[in-house]
C-alpha cells in the first residue's frame, strides 16, 4: 500500500494538485481496482477519552459522499477516435489546437442539476489524452483534446467547487495505449529503446498479435493496453 500513498501523478505538472480532492488510483486492476489516494484528502480528526484510554478516531469526506459517475467522452458524444494528432511531447495543456467548443462546457452545464440531486462528488474519467476510449492513454499531462484544454478542466473543477461538489479523477496508470511515446519508441527502437523496462514481460523473441516484433503483457489480454512495469524506475517516476 505504500505505493499508493507516495504516488504522484504528472498531470499535477500542468492543473493546480490543489484543484483535485483525490485521485481513484489502479494500480493492478486484478487486485487494487479504485484505491482512492488519499495524498490530497482532507481528513477530518476525532478525539475521544474512554476511561484512561484514548480512542482514535478519522473519517473522511467521502464515506459521506453522494457520488455521481461521468464518462465524460461518452456523455458529450465525443468522436470515438481522437481526431487529433499524438503529442510531440512539447504540450503545455492549452491544446491551441482544440475547438472553441469544449465539450467541458458542456459538462459545466450538469452541475447546477448534480446539486439539486445533492449530489456532493463527482468521480470523472477517464480524463487524459487518450487514442479511443479513454483507457488507451497517449499523454497524461493533458486532458483528452476531444474534451478541451486543461484550462478548461480547471474552469469546470472550480465550478464544482462553488456548488459544493468535489472532485474525483479516475487516473489509470497500470498501463498505456499503444500511442503512448514510450511504447512508441520501443516499437521503432526493439531492445535498443531506453524504454525497453517500461512495459511488463517485453519479449523480443516472439511478436505480438497486433505485428509487433516483440511481445508484452497487456491489461486481461487485450493487446491496445500494454502494461506498464513499475519495478522500473523510469515507469514508476510516471506515477510516483
Known sequence: MSTINTVFN?????????????????????????????????????????????TFLMTAWYDKAIFYHMYPLGMTGAPFANPY?????????TNRDVSADSR?????????YLES????????????????????????????????TNVSFRSFVDCCHEHGIRV???G????????FFAFRDLQAHR????YAGWYRNVNFGWGSPLGDSFGYESWHGIWELPCLNHKNPGSAELSA
Not at 41 to 47: F, G, L, P, S, W
Not at 104 to 111: G, H, S, T
Not at 191 to 194: A, I, R, T
Open 172 to 179: 489509470v496508470f497500470n498501463h498505456t495505449g499503444r500511442e
Open 10 to 54: 504528472h498531470f499535477e505538472e500542468v492543473v493546480d494538485p490543489t484543484l483535485i480532492d483525490c485521485y481513484i488510483y489502479e494500480l493492478k486492476a486484478a487486485h487494487l481496482r479504485y484505491q482512492f489516494l488519499l495524498r490530497h484528502i482532507k481528513q477530518q480528526e476525532k478525539y475521544h477519552l474512554t476511561d484512561t484510554r484514548r
Open 104 to 112: 467541458m462546457d458542456e459538462l459545466m452545464q450538469w452541475i447546477p
Open 191 to 194: 531492445d535498443q529503446s531506453p
Open 117 to 148: 440531486l445533492h449530489i456532493s462528488a463527482l468521480y470523472i474519467g477517464p480524463l487524459f489524452e487518450s487514442s479511443t476510449h479513454g483507457y488507451d492513454t497517449r499523454d497524461f499531462r493533458l486532458i483528452d483534446r476531444r474534451l478541451g
Open 85 to 93: 494528432p499524438v503529442s510531440d511531447g512539447a504540450a503545455d495543456g
Open 168 to 170: 474525483v479523477v479516475d
